[in-house]
């Protein structure tokens, strides 16, 4: 199943179609539903997906501890099978015709609130698909009314949630990174840039988690968990870089992708990869669990929503004065760090291997302009989709 991050994006917000406010449309052919099925985004969201023949016109409510999206001049499909990921919010799912409309039934583990319509989305049929309603919920309480009508409801009065980034300072303890011909090590340049960015989104309102405050070894599999555990919904991995050529400087950002995107990519991802090697446990079980529980819907959406930060990321690095390095915007590599559900990548923040940018880095004012960009990286990045 393929859902572009770009098609959620063009699509949202004309997706409810008012059932009161349409004429009742006597020769519309009858509507069905082709396909049901749930699975889990980032930030433990329950999405339900109904797949229908032609554009749903829909009204959702919340009775008793359940979800029913009510589909207008639509027929039950007895050979409807729902597929039901285990841990979403759905236990159960049910049809029942009502007249001419369709009623799904969504039998749910926990109560939730009304669903904010930026989370209710209408895409349209590509290659693998028909028209699909979709729906994101989280767990939460109940709705103070019982029914709502999509078109009259304004969007439910919650508290707006904070977004949760998780920090990670590579390196740590008796892995210091690489060192520069100063001396400088990676672990202590990454952890006084990771606690100086967490002082400064907490003050821009979001929520931050650090991997590491101290000077400690972390193997990259638990940095990745630590995300998943916060229920991150942006992770930032800090690193410092060092080239064979004393003459490389520059910044530079990388996602994930089985694939380095060249070789000097590769070889950067070998050599931070290694930083478990000195621990004894691999990743390897980890990084099988982890494909295991993301569908490749969510691999995929995950992997889109990392590159939007990192090209995000890299468009802010080249407004402040910060040295780029040569190349591409956004590289890709195998990082360990960042396998996980969560979106994140991974920010080279210069070379310790060049002299004058060791220097550069052991600056307060440079960690402070290097903060300043990810900072507004952050406040650009699109959370809401
Ligand atoms: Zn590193």
Redesign the pocket.
């Known amino acids: 199943m393929k859902i572009s991050r770009r098609e959620l994006l063009k699509i949202t917000g004309f997706g409810i179609v008012a059932l009161t406010a349409l004429p009742r449309m006597a020769f519309a052919a009858r509507n069905s539903v082709r396909g049901l099925r749930t699975g889990i985004q980032p930030g433990n969201k329950t999405r339900l997906v109904i797949e229908t023949a032609n554009r749903p016109s829909f009204n959702v409510s919340y009775p008793n501890n359940q979800l029913v999206i009510t589909l207008t001049n639509t027929a039950l499909n007895s050979n409807l099978s729902a597929s039901l990921t285990s841990g979403a919010l759905v236990r159960s799912v049910s049809q029942a015709q009502v007249g001419d409309s369709l009623q799904i039934i969504a039998n749910l583990t926990q109560s939730i609130s009304e669903i904010p319509k930026n989370q209710i989305m209408i895409l349209e049929p590509n290659g693998d698909n028909d028209y699909r309603l979709v729906l994101d919920f989280v767990a939460g309480a109940a709705p103070a009314t019982y029914t709502t009508n999509s078109a009259t409801t304004t969007t439910a009065i919650t508290a707006a949630r904070k977004y949760v980034v998780v920090i990670d300072a ?2 740590g303890g008796k892995d210091p ?2 060192i520069g011909k100063g001396g400088t090590r ?1 672990k202590d340049i990454v952890l006084s840039v990771a606690k100086k960015l967490k002082t400064k989104l907490d003050a821009n309102g979001f929520k931050t988690h650090l991997t590491r405050a101290d000077d400690r070894y972390l193997k990259l599999a638990e940095r990745a968990s630590i995300a998943e555990k916060k229920k991150a919904d942006l992770f930032i991995s800090l ?2 870089n060092a080239n064979p050529s004393r003459k490389m400087k520059g910044f530079s950002i990388y996602t994930l992708s089985e694939k380095a995107s060249d070789e000097e990519a590769k070889k950067l991802a070998e050599a ?1 990869n290694a ?1 478990d090697k000195i621990g004894v446990e691999g990743f390897t079980e980890f990084e099988e669990n982890i494909r295991i529980a993301l569908s490749s819907l969510q691999q995929h959406a995950v992997a889109e929503m990392s590159e939007e930060y990192a090209t995000g990321c890299a468009r802010a690095f080249k407004k402040s004065s910060i040295e780029q390095q040569p190349g591409p915007d956004v590289r890709h590599a195998p990082f360990a760090v960042l396998r996980s559900t969560v979106p994140g990548a991974l920010l080279e923040l210069g070379h310790l291997s060049n002299a004058a940018e060791e220097k550069l880095l052991k600056t307060s004012s440079h960690q402070d302009k290097l903060v300043a960009a990810i900072v507004k990286s952050v406040k650009n990045y699109n959370f809401e989709v």
């Open positions: 590579g390196h990174g690489c990676e690193h410092a931070e930083a």
